[in-house]
């Protein structure tokens, strides 16, 4: 039997493995007797012990991190579309696209160029491809 419970000493809650007498504190080394922890939840099955837990915790959906990661990508973003426009040679403003977005998002698509490049998206995507600039590790997904 597992059970989610908190530390008495941190307060932090944590998961208690029931079938030993003594149990630690991932966190602050406490030894607690098992028998005397505060039992929230508990079962045989770990795993739903782990969803309880994070959930007490505060686990944060994925989407939220998405939204965290595109707040912090605003930065680096809006770098290089500021690199990107002011930058008159074609091949580099290619270099600051896929180095970029690569950086930024790990791969792109054909959309993610038209945001920023606008109409020439296609032609250089295109020519990014021509150019060994990138390449295709999946139908319409990019990398540099
Ligand atoms: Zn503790």
Known sequence: MYALTRCGVCRRPRIAD???KESACPYCGCVQKTQDLPRYFQSSDQNAVRE???QATGF????EVRKKERVAAADPYSTMVYRYEHCSDLDEKM???AEGLTAIKGTFTLDDVREI???RAEKMVA???DRCII???RIG???A
């Open 135 to 137: 390449s295709e590790v």
């Open 60 to 63: 944060v959906p994925p989407d």
């Open 52 to 54: 309880a837990l994070s």
């Open 117 to 119: 490049a606008g109409e």
């Open 18 to 20: 029931l079938s030993s």
């Open 127 to 129: 020519a990014m491809l």
């Open 95 to 97: 270099q600051i696209l």
């Open 141 to 143: 997904v990019y990398r």
